[in-house]
Each structure stands twice: as structure tokens, then as C-alpha cells.
């Protein structure tokens, strides 16, 4: 759907939903070297779990454009466009082990602090248009982010932020 096409919150909210549908097709791909890269063994075990749960997320939204009567369709997202090369180029530039592990964490924890504010705005919306399925299945999702942001910060600040300065 083309911005232009936007004239209500269904529409709006159709929008938003093809976007965390395009971020999360676009984590899918970029996860695996995010994990490939970590030398801590518990993040790398951490992006390897969540790369699974993307799996789950993206079943879901497909779920989502089910209930709300339309197939599954993407809309580009600048924004993890942006964090993800960011990401990427972070990783090609550290050779220090501990400093890429610090990296990491702090570029995955962009990726969820952006699918956090994505999915909690869809929940919002779906409660104003009366689609309690769709919000029970937007919150299993959201909840799993905060999961992740959750042990990726006790991660940083028990150990790999120490090892990193």
C-alpha cells in the first residue's frame, strides 16, 4: 500500500503492518550474521533463539493480513533498512572481539527498541478498530521483543559492556 493510499486507520494500520512485515522478512535474512559474528557464546545462543521467534513473528503477521481479509503484503521500512546496514557496518569495521560483541548488542537493541514502537502502535490501532484477535496476536510478538531487549540489556551490563571497556 502506497502512502498516498492512506485515508483511514484501517488503511494506516494496514501500512504499519506491511512495514514490521518487510522489518521482519529483513531481520530474518540479517540475524544469521549478526549471530555469526558474536564471540560470547550467550549472545550468540540469544540471536540464534530470537532468530527462531522471528520465524514465529512473521507467521503470525501473516495470521494478521488473514484476519484483517488481505494477503500478505510488504511495504518498504527505512528505518530497519538503516539500522541494519549501520549494523553491518559496525561489524565489518571492529576486529576486537569484545567491542563487536558490545556492537552487537547495541545494534540488535535498535532493531527491537524499533519493533517494540511498531508493534505496540499496531496493538493500538487494533483495539480502536475492535480486532481483539489480531491484537492477541501482535502482543505475543510484542512480548517476546521486550524478552529480548530485557536479556540483551542484562547481558550489556553483567558482562559484555565490562569485557568491552
Excluded at 88 to 95: A, G, H, I, R, T
Aim: with cysteine; aromatic share 4%; glycine share 4%.
Amino acid at each position: 500500500m502506497a502512502t498516498k493510499d492512506i485515508n483511514n486507520l484501517e488503511d494506516l494500520f494496514m501500512h504499519q503492518l506491511e512495514s514490521m512485515y518487510y522489518a521482519e522478512k529483513e531481520i530474518q535474512k540479517a540475524m544469521p550474521k549478526m549471530a555469526q559474528k558474536t564471540t560470547d557464546s550467550a549472545l550468540r545462543a540469544a540471536a540464534e533463539h530470537h532468530l527462531k521467534e522471528t520465524g514465529s513473528q512473521i507467521q503470525r503477521l501473516e495470521r494478521v493480513f488473514k484476519a484483517m481479509g488481505k494477503s500478505p503484503d510488504m511495504a518498504d521500512c527505512p528505518t530497519i533498512e538503516g539500522l541494519i546496514e549501520e549494523a553491518e557496518e559496525v561489524m565489518d569495521s571492529l576486529s576486537d572481539k569484545n567491542l563487536m560483541d558490545a556492537a552487537l548488542i547495541a545494534a540488535i537493541q535498535a532493531v527491537e527498541h524499533h519493533e517494540i514502537t511498531g508493534y505496540g502502535t499496531l496493538i493500538a490501532w487494533a483495539r480502536q478498530l475492535g480486532r481483539q484477535e489480531v491484537v492477541e496476536l501482535l502482543e505475543e510478538t510484542l512480548q517476546e521483543e521486550k524478552a529480548m531487549d530485557k536479556k540483551l540489556t542484562q547481558m550489556a551490563e553483567s558482562k559484555i559492556n565490562r569485557l568491552a571497556a
